[in-house]
């Protein structure tokens, strides 16, 4: 089935959605970008997009580190994208790519004088990591320090940091990188924010341990503690503790929550999918395909 995109003020096809080759974006990473997932529930023939104003309002603060002025504000986006999705007539989970960008064709090192565009594209996709649990390895790749480029945004020209990491541990023989933070704590995946279960808790980097502030990772927060009863302590954690936690899981809108099973070749206890993980990935699957009326709110329906 075809998929359409908005672009240049637009809907059009897929296809037909193309940039020149002399887009500042291109050439310097200028640009931000989200991820959204549309989680098909078959029963209600309906896709619901979750917590599609969280990611405008994350990737409008990451317009003004780049003094990107966005066309369009937080509710307009998230009218443009309820549109394309249904434009799309998916029946499947899809995944939504916006993205604010210098559009300038104009080469040079900079950020001012330079124009901003938005666009978003629609296509199918289903689990990013997918498998039951992951093995994971410690990267040689670090997270950047604040002062170099700051990885609270979703910079497009950060994630070479994150693709580095994520080939390394794929030639490795490992499913995704674990990176550490410049002065060596845990910091993320290469696309995920991490989690540990430790004496009944769960614990996870804080925010100023080089992580973006997922939203999946505060999705998962909530439930913890208003369906579980269990809280999250966000701290910094030593690498040794990841081979000692009771259970370790990623988040993330791409990833979902996937378990790991082992890190560096260590089982993480059992090398199972731990009890805590299993409870929190079945209360997240019914909250994102709309299945928990506690939570609509967090869910657009498109059709």
Known sequence: MPSFAYFDKQFVPLAKAKLGVMTNALHYGTAIFEGIRGNWNSDQKQIYL?????????LHNGCRVLKIDP??????????????????????????????????????????????????????WGPYLDMDKAKCGISSWRRPDYN??????K???????????????????????????????ISEGTGEN???VTDGKLVTPASDNHILLGITRDTVIKLAKDELGIETVERP????????????????????????????HRPIASGGV???TGKLQELYFEVI?????????????VY
Request: proline fraction near 6%; hydrophobic fraction near 40%; glycine fraction near 6%.
């Open 148 to 153: 170099v480029i700051p990885p609270s945004a």
């Open 274 to 276: 731990g009890a805590i």
């Open 194 to 196: 991490l989690f540990l």
């Open 155 to 185: 910079l497009t020209g950060l994630y070479i940091n994150n693709a580095l990491a994520k080939t390394e541990a794929i030639e490795k023989g490992f499913d995704e990188a674990i990176m550490l933070t410049p002065d060596g704590h």
């Open 289 to 301: 395909r709309g299945n928990n009326p506690k939570y609509l709110d967090w869910c657009t329906p």
């Open 50 to 58: 979750f917590r599609l104003k969280e990611h405008f309002e994350r």
């Open 71 to 124: 066309p369009h504000s937080v509710d307009e986006l998230c009218q443009i994208t309820v549109k394309l999705v249904a434009m799309c007539r998916f029946e499947e989970d899809v995944y939504v790519r916006p993205l604010a960008y210098k559009s300038s064709e104009s080469l040079g090192v900079r950020l001012h004088d330079l124009e901003s565009d938005f666009l978003a594209f629609v296509i199918p």
């Open 237 to 264: 954690i030593e690498l040794g503790e990841l081979f000692t936690a009771e259970e370790c899981f990623l988040t993330g809108t791409a990833a979902h929550i996937t378990p790991v099973g082992e890190i560096d």
